[in-house]
């Protein structure tokens, strides 16, 4: 089925270790995100891609980096895992435009929870 | 910068009833949409409803309908008839127009709603 696959689902590290999630896509966006979901914080934007080779930072950027070596992927890097960074981790993406029958085509993964210990 | 915020942590309904969710926004552009999106306890990110800022009609979705009031800058999510599967988080969402970070979507907090037999 087309859409947005986060690989891994979960994931458990220690602090100090380093780890990289995958998120790819298959609707040829343009458009690509990581948020995190914490307990009463709502999901908050990480990082955000608006195309091949390009990212930028978003709400809560620290302690992260991203890549998008091609367009339909969007790497989330922690170096240094801390406990802070223990979260549900969603990858989304859109369209740049408006449309008719998707609106703007929001595809959600379906997270990552990642434990930080 | 765009802020949206929901107000009720959690929110309690009798099954068959109605229950309205309140949202509130705050914006400096035009031009905007406006997004609700149910999480079950699967934790997967559903999408209910969308409005656009310069929607002359309040949208419907079957038993979802947004309440937009555009001078109050409220866009609250309206059940009819709730039934038990309803219960779930609930999350509003707000997307700019134009270029840049305006395309990513700015989520509240949420609201946790139950639904009693």
């Known amino acids: 089925n087309a859409g947005v696959t986060q690989t891994p689902k979960f994931r458990v590290l220690k602090t100090g270790q380093s780890m990289t999630l995958l998120c790819a896509q298959d609707?040829?966006?343009?458009?690509m995100y990581w948020y995190r979901q914490d307990p009463g914080m709502g999901l908050r934007l990480i990082h955000y891609s608006v195309g091949e080779g390009t990212t930028a930072k978003g709400e809560v950027p620290d302690g992260y980096n991203v890549s998008r070596l091609k367009k339909q992927n969007f790497l989330l890097g922690l170096e240094s895992a801390a406990p802070s960074q223990t979260s549900v981790y969603f990858c989304?993406?859109?369209?740049?435009?408006?449309?008719?029958?998707?609106?703007?085509?929001?595809?959600f993964g379906s997270g990552t929870r990642l434990t930080v210990v | 910068a765009q802020k949206i915020t929901q107000t009720q942590p959690g929110m309690f309904v009798q099954e068959k009833e109605a229950v309205t969710l309140d949202c509130t926004y705050d914006t400096s552009d035009p031009s905007y949409g406006l997004f609700w999106y149910k999480q079950p306890s699967s934790g997967e990110m559903i999408f209910l409803i969308y409005q656009g800022s310069y929607d002359q009609q309040n949208a419907t979705e079957g038993r979802y309908s947004l309440n937009f009031q555009k001078a109050r800058k409220s866009a609250n999510l309206v059940i009819s008839a709730s039934q038990l599967g309803d219960s779930a988080m609930y999350f509003c969402?707000?997307?700019?127009?134009?270029?840049?970070?305006?395309?990513?979507?700015?989520f509240g907090k949420g609201t946790l709603l139950t639904v009693n037999p």
């Open positions: 969402a707000m997307r700019g127009v134009g270029g840049g970070s305006n395309y990513k979507l700015t």
């Open positions: 989304a993406s859109s369209y740049t435009t408006f449309d008719t029958q998707a609106n703007y085509g929001y595809t």
């Open positions: 609707m040829n966006h343009e458009y």
